[in-house]
Nanobody, 127 residues
């Protein structure tokens, strides 16, 4: 069972990146997926999540309107489209899976709800 986060990189403020979270060894169908980030010297925080059923989504206030989470169960992948990036978005981004669950909603806290974690991908936004 493995999650692989990818798509990070260096981008200028105002730019965009799309992160991917691909699963191997299990199917993401039936799992809620969350994205989290950890900035240098700070604790890891939840960013967004998408439910296993119905596609309900959640965004924290600091990314709402700029980030979009989506899932493609056929590709066993969840995406995080990040637009209008700001220097304060600089962090290592992690994806995680919670489940299997039939819950129509999702949460990003507590992080202990998430059973499987990817290795992280670094996003650096220059000003």
């Amino acid at each position: 069972v493995q999650l692989q986060a990818s798509g990070g990189g260096l981008v200028q403020a105002g730019g965009s990146l799309r992160l991917s979270c691909a699963a191997s060894g299990f199917t993401l169908d039936g799992y809620a997926i969350g994205w989290f980030r950890q900035a240098p010297g700070k604790e890891r925080k939840g960013v967004s999540c998408i439910s296993s059923v119905g596609g309900s989504t959640y965004y924290t206030d600091y990314v709402k309107g700029r980030f979009t989470i989506s899932r493609d169960n056929a590709k066993n992948t969840v995406y995080l489209q990040m637009n209008d990036l700001k220097p304060e978005d600089t962090a290592v981004y992690y994806c995680a899976a919670d489940g299997p669950t039939g819950d129509p909603g999702c949460i990003v806290s507590p992080q202990s709800e998430y059973d499987y974690w990817g290795q992280g991908t670094l996003v650096t936004v220059s000003s």
